[in-house]
């Protein structure tokens, strides 16, 4: 699987094993990533993160949804349905095994540079879905990939 991760031109970066990020220096620059099947022994028995700025031909990002009811209410009030997203028929969605919790991955249109990611909040200031690719300084960020293991000890998937 990792090799048709990398074939198809993602970005991974390695993460230690039941933890959700990269813990090792500079993991968010394009040295620290792995591009290349002949890099791919950098993640074997570890965990797999998608390292969004970096894929090519253009970069991946993800709507990372942390809390289904206000991200659906959120996404409801800017005119885009949830469920019609998680359904679609070409949808990669990747659930952790924590309720209510959601992944969608895309990959940006061509000659579109990593977007800067940002969070919206529910009206508790919580969390309620992210808009993940890179971060202010254009560095990558990362989403954990299946079969990954989430700190509750349950398998990412597809």
Known sequence: MISEMLNAGWALVPIPLGQKGPTHHGWNTREKCVLESAKSSALKGKNIGLAHAYCLPTPTCAIDIDN???????LTSHGI????????????????????????????PIGCSALESKKINDPSGKVALEFRCASKDGKTVQDVLPPSIHPSGHHYQW
């Open 68 to 74: 289904y009811k206000s991200a659906k209410n959120w």
């Open 81 to 108: 349905d949830l469920a019609t997203l998680l359904f679609a028929p070409d949808a990669v969605v990747i659930w952790s095994g924590k309720k209510y919790s959601l992944k969608l991955l895309y990959r940006l």
